[in-house]
């Protein structure tokens, strides 16, 4: 099993440029799911319908390319009053893909993805990059990562970085992703009905 860091300590975030946005100050019981990768069938449509039945609303970080091959399913987030966010058009790594590449991959979903907010796929943004992307973004990064994309985790061990690491104001990354798929069905139901029984209440971005 591999080994993950699940939250943002304040030594891992001092690694990374300055103004990122690894949570959210609030003095309410608050936290803000959010959804990587999708737009995709199965996977996204259940998120909406389980978001659905709690009457929550999230924030989606959508892969470009996804969006242009599945825009009813996309549609159906916008109309369902859920926040999306720009995840480059092919989900590239900021660490190995040129400066001017990156730029254009941004500005790629961005002509489908309407949104001042961004995350750099993988976790992954320079410090040049993160400059020149906050003249039109707010860069989201997290709080909480799940691990629900790591086929060697449990559904249960992602359900459990999740619960603990759960603070007000923090923000949590589940993916809408096929390969996440079978552990955000196992988890995300189940962290929910903890949040609500813990006093925590939901918001998009």
């Keep these: 099993m591999k080994k993950y860091i699940n939250s943002s300590p304040l030594w891992l975030r001092t690694l990374y440029p300055r103004g990122l946005i690894w949570d959210i100050e609030t003095g309410r019981p608050e936290i803000f799911l959010t959804f990587d990768d999708g737009p995709v069938p199965g996977a996204t449509p259940w998120v909406l319908d ?18 242009e091959n599945h825009p ?8 369902q009053g859920h926040s999306v966010g720009n995840h480059t058009f092919h989900h590239v790594k900021a660490w190995k893909t040129d400066y001017y590449t990156y730029l254009s991959e941004v500005g790629q979903c961005g002509n489908l993805v309407k949104s001042p907010l961004f995350r750099p796929p993988h976790g ?43 603070k007000p104001g923090a ?21 929910i009905d903890y949040c609500l029984q813990q006093g925590f209440s939901f918001r998009k971005m």
């Design 50 to 67: 389980t978001l659905g039945k709690y009457n929550i609303q999230a924030t989606f970080f959508c892969v470009g390319e996804n969006v």
């Design 72 to 79: 009813e399913i996309y549609a159906e987030v916008l109309a």
């Design 124 to 166: 992954q943004i320079t410090r040049k990059l993160a400059l020149e992307l906050r003249k039109e973004y707010h860069i989201i990064m997290w709080s909480v990562l799940t691990g629900d994309y790591d086929r060697s985790l449990s559904g249960k061990q992602c359900l459990a970085n999740a619960v603990k690491h759960t």
């Design 171 to 191: 923000i949590i990354v589940f993916h809408d992703s096929q390969k996440a798929n079978e552990r955000l069905v196992y988890a995300l139901p189940q962290y």
